[in-house]
């Protein structure tokens, strides 16, 4: 039995440590933010933090993630106010959006070990493979969510869940129209 922390709760998963740790999250835990791409380690659509590194959760096994601390696009904010979920939108740097979470896990690794990264910075920490090519836009997304983070600018691009106004929250499973619980 594995045991480690995910998104600030602690967590034991009874599968074989050689797991990768994708594969847990995904199918034991039901954190489906964290993508497959490739599970080679080269497109970063899997990626997630661990102990604050940004890390491809395909590469990494559960015997490996023993006793640390695993943060998720989901895990990131309840209500998609970090800054780099904010200027994601506002700088319209998502697009299909498969991508997104890993991108974002990435950035916010970044930010938070430099918060005034400069485009060379961004481009080395950030080489998630995005096809539908937000990568102009990624540059712009970040500064400005380093910006944010730093105090100096505001912003409410992405609405939180439920609000008045706002992008509604996602119905309970078996609730949603057409369906029969």
């Known amino acids: 039995m594995t045991r480690f922390t995910v998104n600030d709760r602690p967590v034991?998963?009874?599968?074989?440590?050689?797991t990768p740790l994708l594969w847990a999250l995904r199918d034991a835990a039901n954190l489906t933010g964290t993508k497959y791409g490739c599970g080679v380690g080269d497109c970063g659509a899997c990626t997630v933090l661990v102990d604050g590194a940004a890390l491809r959760s395909?590469?990494?096994t559960l015997a490996e993630c023993e006793g640390r601390f695993v943060?998720?696009?989901?895990g990131l904010s309840r209500d998609r106010s970090h800054p780099v979920q904010q200027a994601m939108v506002a700088e319209q740097a998502i697009q299909c959006g498969f991508c997104t979470p890993g991108i974002v896990m990435s950035a916010a690794a970044l930010l938070s070990a430099n918060p005034?990264?400069?485009?060379?910075?961004?481009k080395a920490a950030i080489p998630n493979l995005c096809r539908c090519g937000v990568q102009p836009r990624l540059v712009r997304a970040i500064q400005r969510a380093a910006a944010v983070?730093?105090?100096?600018?505001k912003i409410d691009a992405a609405p939180v869940p439920g609000g008045s106004g706002r992008i509604p929250a996602l119905a309970p499973a078996?609730?949603?129209?057409g369906q029969t619980p």
Do not use: H, W, Y
Request: hydrophobic share 30%; net charge negative.
């Open 12 to 18: 034991q998963f009874e599968m074989d440590p050689r």
């Open 58 to 60: 395909c590469l990494i």
């Open 71 to 74: 943060t998720t696009v989901e």
């Open 116 to 122: 005034n990264p400069s485009e060379a910075d961004i």
């Open 149 to 153: 983070a730093r105090r100096e600018e």
């Open 174 to 177: 078996g609730a949603t129209k």
